[in-house]
């Protein structure tokens, strides 16, 4: 009985642990894209001195979803990406997407 149970539990591991090293190598090879890392160095550049904003997610494309307790953070950070567009490779428009009240 107890060979029976050691070999189930050998034949289960040994599904199990290729899978779960397929796994891993995936997770480890997950990278940002080029226009993602640009991206992020401009949201560190424009919002990094702004307690009401926060970094939702940046697109694969470069997208910066944002979102925003006031008006005036929500420009500043628009105005300040725009302005890096101008100067760098632009990037897809930003999304701004405002704070519900009490967060």
Do not use: K
Not at 11 to 28: D, E, H, K, S, V
Not at 68 to 84: D, I, K, T, Y
């Amino acid at each position: 009985m107890a060979l029976h149970m050691g070999t189930r539990l050998m034949g289960r591991l040994a599904l199990l642990l290729p899978a779960a090293a397929l796994l891993g190598a995936g997770c480890a090879s997950i990278q940002n894209t080029p226009t993602q890392d640009l991206a992020y160095d401009r949201w560190r550049s424009c919002a990094s001195s702004l307690s009401g904003t926060a970094l939702e997610r940046v697109d694969a494309n470069g997208r910066i979803v944002f979102s925003f307790a006031s008006g005036w953070e929500r420009n500043h950070v628009l105005e300040c990406l725009a302005q890096a567009d101008r100067t760098g490779p632009p990037l897809p428009e930003p999304l701004p997407v405002l704070l519900p009240r009490g967060r």
